[in-house]
């Protein structure tokens, strides 16, 4: 026989139970053990309800300060991380409002017009843009990382790939830059899924609104937020911003994946174009001689888990009915593991980045290779007249030859070029400095030396 619900249960459950939930059941249902993250916004959005609840004479005005006084104890006490938290409660919810229920009987009235299906919703929508504000700070940080070490390194060269083949000299900057750009798209992408999540949805109840003449529009402005939400089963199972949320953090996590890419390439011998500080790396518990980039691999092996969080929000919600249902309690694990492992993986490589080294050596041995001005050889036959298909052919010849004869390029003889074209000429070996290369390359987005000293000044000035 079932026991018959304690006064504790009668208390979180109502009337209508003549039994306690089984125990396997609330193992299985509660929430706390993650949701407790959400108790700042739980607090700020009960404060607010409680101040409107008071001015639409709900509360008396000696009720609602003995709740302020109780949220405020209670958030005191989770931040000395001295509040009890009671897994029998369930969640967040339960635990703070029977945590001040118990401080005052007042507490009891908090409720009044409100469903956990609007509070979750409306807690959610807090902890997001805030963390959103939180995710634009870290990105920041790896911005201005990536431009310190641009800076720092403005001089060296090194080839530009394109499948991973050696195609055409670069500076270190503009590769660097680039990733700036993915991470200023990504900021963009998070502040625009900020908007959307700015709508409070307290006041549609479970599903259907209240009787009670709440003041929606107030609560908003005492929460800070943009507007209301125009539509109630809507607002308690919209879960749109954190799928968003989670959309633009995977592919935030794919451009630090790729990022970590060419530094686990840069970092090794092969490339030997970085070397990253021995506080970021780690040893093999077999090879003596192995300094591993492990730092790299795993923001690169993160990125996995971030988008596999996405697919789970995306699958959670697909075949949702209107409105609330509990399945929406299993958005918030993903949620979190998203935005720790992104904000983690954005947090060390900046502090990475600032440890890392550039082996301009081995970069300038790299660029030296004439193969990456064949183009500007191209080049330069279309500016002698040369159709650029014919001019293209031409060179192509060139590095047969240059294969065949085991002679670089540059080394070429001007009579060979003859015979491959007459428009060549002595001047056609100037084209293999690589320096002067870059310099010809002026257009915006180029990585000649004057652009991207350009494109160092400017983003040296929105990052300060
Ligand atoms: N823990 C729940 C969630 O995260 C809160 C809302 C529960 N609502 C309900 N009617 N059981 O979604």
Redesign the pocket.
Known sequence: MKPSPSAKDQALWGGRFAAAPDQLVQDYTK?VQY?WRLWRADIFGSLAHARMLREIGVLTVSEFRAIERGLREIFAEIEAGVFQWDAAR??V?MNIEAALTAKTPAGAKLHTGR???D??ATDLRLWVKNSIAADGDAIRALQRALVALARKYQQVILPGYTHLQRAQPVYFAHHLLAYVEMLARDAGRLADCQRRADVLPLGAG?LAGSTIPLRRERVAKLLGFAAVTPNSLDAVSDRDFIVEYAAASALLAVHLSRLAEDLVLWSSAEFNFIRIGDAFTTGSSLMPQKKNPDVAELARGKAGRVIGNLVALLTLVKGLPMS?N?D??E??ERLFDTVDTVRATLTVLAAMLGDTRVNAAACARAVADPLLLATDVADWLVNQGVPFRRAHEVVGKAVAISEQRRVPLDKLPLTVWKKLHPACNASLKKIFNVSAALDRRQMTGAPGRQQVAAQLRRWEKILP
């Open positions: 929430s949701d369930e969640d919810h469903s956990r299906n509070q979750v479970a609330y509990r929406l309690q958005d918030k």
